[in-house]
């Protein structure tokens, strides 16, 4: 990889592990301080607010940032115009859909008021544009003063179980800030921002299509989650969505590379550079196999002791559906890689639109049969790895003449091996070694994790470290 794809692999990583930092570092208080009880209100009430986030963007943060990597500088501030315009348009009309929808919800009103600040900075969002431009070390360092305010403000103002209205409050201004600061880089850059309505047309039709793929996503984790808490409470649906928060965490990492390399990959299938376009497709799924599946053996080797370390010992039956929601790390990681990657930027939008319904009906049946066989908060999670599996087969099928099934095949068995190894190693010394701090038992596992996965790459001589090796070879 080049030393330019490098940086913009590490600002993404450093920019998406900022973004989720705040749950990162505040989870285990926030859980000790609003309980199972609270977490699971939150969680709820949340459910709802993305649903309505998913209406102001729809599927433009996708669309923006390929558009952003095909044009020139020469008609940017037009084109930032337009798409901004109708961000603006549909942040207006649905906010004004969820002022009703508060005025005929009779439960906690007082809270969904104070959403408002979420979704309001949702539809100020402009990181399409620096991840279009792969520029995202510009805003990197505000974001993370921003978080830091944040983690700052709710370790001095929540202090009781009936600080939840303040921390619903303090994460709304604090995402304010940060896309008010965003958003000025990026008109500076632009030069300015016009708003517009007759153009905006020509958008709409890619930004609709490509809104079934968040809108879904979304939608069959909300829908899971009103279910879960129909069956069984909304104490089970903050036992799954810590799980969830911390499956997030750990997919950030994974596709991180996807957001680098999309920009890059819709200028060469606009260039018609074909050879290069399937070159990194195939770099990634093989870089995505290498990083997930020890990521998801981790996870069963560490999940007991972290997550009782991290989120207190009230939260310890998020460790049986965190177990399961690891086995999605591979799975989900490779079918953003040939969604995004590939059939978004030939503008196959419709066949990648296909593969994601199919996979969320899935999943959301699923969620529903194993809540009749009361799994509890396992059924969510169980569900979402079904139905991302199905999304993943469906797709490969969709690129069978430019990536073959033994390809991944190949990848996936080798670097489960590796992974088992490591495996053992870290099972092996968690019995040989007596380490009382769970901090320091953890922090031990990781080193002999990496230690011994790499020392598999290194003796097989595996081809994907000469390729990170190359760092100043054009792309």
Same mark, same amino acid.
């Given at each position: 990889?080049s030393?330019?794809?490098?940086?913009?692999?590490?600002?993404?990583?450093?920019?998406?592990?900022?973004?989720?930092?705040?749950?990162?570092?505040?989870?285990?208080?926030?859980?000790?301080?609003?309980?199972?009880?609270g977490?699971?209100?939150e969680?709820?009430?949340?459910?709802f607010?993305?649903?309505?986030?998913?209406l102001?963007?729809?599927g433009?943060?996708?669309?923006? !940032?390929?558009?952003?990597?095909?044009?020139?500088?020469?008609?940017?501030?037009?084109?930032?115009?337009?798409?901004?315009?109708?961000?603006?348009?549909?942040?207006?009309?649905?906010?004004?859909?969820?002022?009703?929808?508060?005025f005929?919800?009779?439960?906690?009103?007082?809270?969904l008021?104070?959403?408002?600040?979420?979704?309001?900075?949702?539809?100020?969002?402009?990181?399409?544009? +620096?991840?279009?431009?792969?520029?995202?070390?510009?805003?990197?360092?505000?974001?993370i003063?921003?978080?830091?305010?944040n983690?700052?403000?709710i370790?001095?103002?929540?202090?009781?179980?009936?600080?939840?209205?303040?921390?619903?409050? *303090?994460?709304?201004?604090?995402? +304010?800030?940060?896309q008010?600061?965003?958003?000025?880089?990026?008109?500076?850059e632009?030069?300015?921002?016009? @708003?517009?309505?007759?153009?905006?047309g020509?958008?709409?039709?890619?930004?609709?299509?490509? @809104?079934?793929?968040?809108?879904m996503?979304?939608?069959?984790?909300? *829908?899971?989650?009103?279910?879960?808490?129909?069956?069984?409470?909304?104490?089970?649906?903050?036992?799954?969505?810590?799980?969830?928060?911390?499956?997030?965490?750990?997919?950030?990492?994974? !596709?991180?590379?996807?957001?680098?390399?999309?920009?890059?990959?819709?200028?060469?299938?606009?260039?018609?550079?074909?050879?290069r376009?399937?070159?990194?497709?195939?770099?990634?799924?093989?870089?995505?196999?290498?990083?997930?599946?020890?990521?998801?053996?981790?996870?069963?080797?560490?999940?007991?002791?972290?997550?009782?370390?991290?989120l207190?010992?009230?939260?310890?039956?998020?460790?049986?559906?965190?177990? *399961?929601?690891? @086995?999605?790390?591979?799975?989900?990681?490779?079918?953003?890689?040939?969604?995004?990657?590939?059939?978004?930027?030939?503008?196959?939008?419709?066949?990648?639109?296909?593969?994601?319904?199919?996979?969320a009906v899935?999943?959301?049946?699923?969620c529903?049969?194993?809540?009749?066989?009361?799994?509890?908060?396992?059924?969510?999670?169980?569900?979402? @790895?079904?139905?991302?599996?199905?999304?993943?087969? *469906?797709?490969?099928?969709?690129?069978?003449?430019?990536?073959?099934?033994?390809f991944?095949?190949?990848?996936?068995?080798?670097?489960?091996?590796?992974?088992?190894?490591?495996?053992?190693?870290?099972?092996?010394? !968690?019995?040989?070694?007596?380490?009382?701090?769970?901090?320091?038992?953890?922090?031990?596992?990781?080193?002999?994790?990496v230690?011994?996965?790499?020392?598999c790459?290194?003796?097989?001589?595996?081809?994907?470290?000469q390729?990170?090796?190359?760092?100043?070879?054009?792309?």
């Amino acid at each position: 990889m080049s030393h330019k794809l490098l940086r913009n692999y590490g600002s993404i990583l450093v920019y998406q592990f900022v973004t989720i930092l705040t749950p990162l570092v505040t989870t285990p208080y926030i859980s000790r301080i609003l309980g199972p009880k609270g977490i699971g209100l939150e969680a709820y009430l949340y459910s709802f607010i993305q649903l309505f986030s998913l209406l102001i963007l729809l599927g433009l943060p996708m669309y923006a !940032s390929k558009k952003i990597a095909e044009t020139d500088e020469r008609n940017m501030n037009q084109l930032f115009s337009e798409l901004f315009s109708f961000q603006i348009i549909m942040t207006g009309a649905t906010t004004s859909l969820y002022g009703l929808f508060i005025f005929y919800f009779n439960q906690h009103q007082f809270l969904l008021v104070l959403y408002l600040f979420t979704l309001i900075s949702t539809g100020l969002d402009t990181s399409w544009y +620096f991840v279009g431009k792969e520029k995202i070390s510009a805003i990197m360092w505000r974001n993370i003063a921003v978080r830091v305010c944040n983690i700052g403000a709710i370790f001095l103002f929540i202090q009781t179980s009936n600080d939840l209205w303040k921390y619903i409050l *303090i994460n709304g201004l604090t995402l +304010f800030l940060g896309q008010f600061l965003t958003g000025s880089i990026a008109l500076s850059e632009v030069g300015g921002f016009t @708003f517009v309505v007759r153009t905006i047309g020509q958008h709409i039709s890619p930004i609709v299509l490509l @809104f079934v793929v968040p809108s879904m996503l979304t939608l069959t984790l909300s *829908i899971n989650k009103l279910l879960l808490e129909n069956f069984n409470g909304a104490v089970e649906v903050g036992v799954f969505n810590q799980a969830y928060k911390l499956y997030v965490i750990a997919i950030s990492f994974i !596709s991180a590379l996807t957001s680098v390399l999309m920009p890059k990959m819709s200028k060469y299938y606009t260039t018609g550079d074909t050879e290069r376009l399937k070159k990194y497709l195939n770099f990634s799924l093989r870089f995505i196999s290498g990083l997930a599946l020890p990521m998801t053996i981790g996870v069963l080797v560490m999940a007991p002791q972290f997550v009782s370390w991290f989120l207190g010992e009230e939260f310890s039956e998020v460790m049986n559906p965190l177990v *399961i929601i690891s @086995f999605s790390f591979v799975f989900k990681g490779l079918s953003d890689v040939i969604g995004i990657q590939y059939l978004v930027v030939s503008n196959k939008n419709k066949e990648y639109a296909l593969a994601v319904i199919v996979g969320a009906v899935v999943t959301s049946s699923c969620c529903f049969l194993f809540l009749q066989l009361n799994f509890k908060a396992q059924a969510p999670a169980l569900a979402l @790895f079904v139905g991302t599996a199905v999304t993943l087969l *469906i797709e490969l099928y969709q690129v069978r003449k430019v990536v073959s099934f033994m390809f991944v095949g190949k990848y996936l068995i080798k670097y489960a091996v590796f992974s088992l190894i490591m495996g053992g190693c870290m099972w092996g010394a !968690s019995r040989s070694i007596e380490i009382e701090h769970t901090s320091l038992y953890l922090v031990t596992q990781v080193g002999v994790g990496v230690i011994s996965y790499s020392i598999c790459f290194i003796l097989s001589k595996d081809p994907l470290i000469q390729l990170i090796k190359r760092k100043k070879r054009e792309i």
